[in-house]
């Protein structure tokens, strides 16, 4: 059912000098199948905290390449109120060079089997092999994240609708190795939100649940500074069928522009803003480093939106 958000605001009807008092604007709900687990995104967004089990990452520089601490982080961002913790094993910053199925594996798999087992907080893996989706699902990955959105590995599309998984459509253009190098579009919001028509059309196909899949526009994943703005700013033109949108602009570069700092700490802030804006414009699940900041803007931004419901 439609779930009814009325706002109230006054205009002034020039024809007839008379305020107009109410409008009220349908809104869908926007359910998200993770698992046994359904979250009403509509009504409260989850934080997805950013768990990277490798050495070059951009973000942290490999603070949690040893599964020790990559598991003791974990349980740091699952206290800290994550909703979803998103594990990868390999560096998808622009210039990184593919790692092996294999070494992936070694990496992911411990990690997520000791979190599984201390922690109920559902857990995203973050690869583009189908090879290793299948044993971070079996070792209890209940998303896959896929920055090729299935177009990387044939088998993957294939094990999402098999494992009932939930899946994230992510939009990149080109590969991480040379994403960066020279992005173009005539239309980046049009090319994006087809692009999702066209991978969720293959997704049903493959006979994957639709209430499973979530889009995220890869911001800063082949696209320039103005690129990644016109997303942003445009969110509601790439939804699909309802369905929930994934933000990552956590610790990205293109805030450092924003706010002309070389410091990675500057990021925080800017982020930070971005978190409580986007929420207002629609987006729902916010894939982020620091979940402690994020999840306190998230549920300030919802506490004054749920008032003019």
């Known amino acids: 059912m439609p779930a009814i958000r009325p706002f109230a605001y006054r205009t002034n009807d020039r024809s007839n000098n008379r305020a107009v008092e109410l409008v ?40 949690f390449f040893t599964a020790e601490k990559a598991i003791e982080h974990g349980l740091k961002m699952a206290a800290e109120g994550a909703d979803v913790l998103d594990i990868g094993g390999e560096s998808t910053r622009p210039g990184a060079e593919p790692v092996a199925a294999g070494e992936e594996l070694r990496r992911v798999i411990p990690v997520i089997e000791k979190l599984r087992a201390k922690i109920d907080v559902p857990i995203s893996i973050d690869t ?18 896929d920055v090729t959105a299935g177009q990387g590995d044939n088998e993957m599309l294939p094990l999402i609708a098999e494992t009932k998984s939930a899946f994230i ?60 703005l016109e997303l942003l700013a445009q969110l509601e033109r790439l939804r699909v069928h309802d369905r929930p949108l994934v933000i990552g602009v956590s610790r990205k570069s293109f805030l450092a522009k924003l706010v002309d700092s070389s410091e990675m700490k500057d990021r925080l802030a800017p982020a930070i803003a971005l978190t409580s804006l986007l929420r207002v414009r629609g987006a729902d699940v916010f894939r982020v480093h620091d979940v402690k900041e994020s999840v306190s803007a998230l549920r300030a931004t919802e506490a004054i939106l749920g008032r003019t419901e």
Not at 128 to 145: F, H, P
Not at 180 to 209: G, H, L, M, T, W
């Open 169 to 228: 459509i992510m939009h990149m253009q080109g590969t991480p190795r040379t994403m960066q190098s020279q992005p173009q579009y005539k239309d980046v919001v049009s090319e994006v939100a087809d692009f999702f028509r066209q991978q969720y059309a293959r997704a049903i196909v493959c006979n994957i649940d639709p209430m499973t899949i979530a889009f995220d526009p890869g911001i800063g994943f082949g696209k320039t500074l103005d690129h990644n």
């Open 24 to 63: 009220s604007v349908v809104m869908r709900e926007r359910i998200w199948k993770v698992g046994e687990r359904v979250f009403n995104v509509s009504q409260r967004g989850l934080i997805m905290g950013v768990l990277n089990v490798t050495p070059d990452s951009f973000s942290d520089g490999g603070e």
């Open 128 to 145: 583009s092999k189908a090879e290793v989706a299948r044993s971070a699902i079996r070792a209890g990955a209940l998303i896959v994240n």
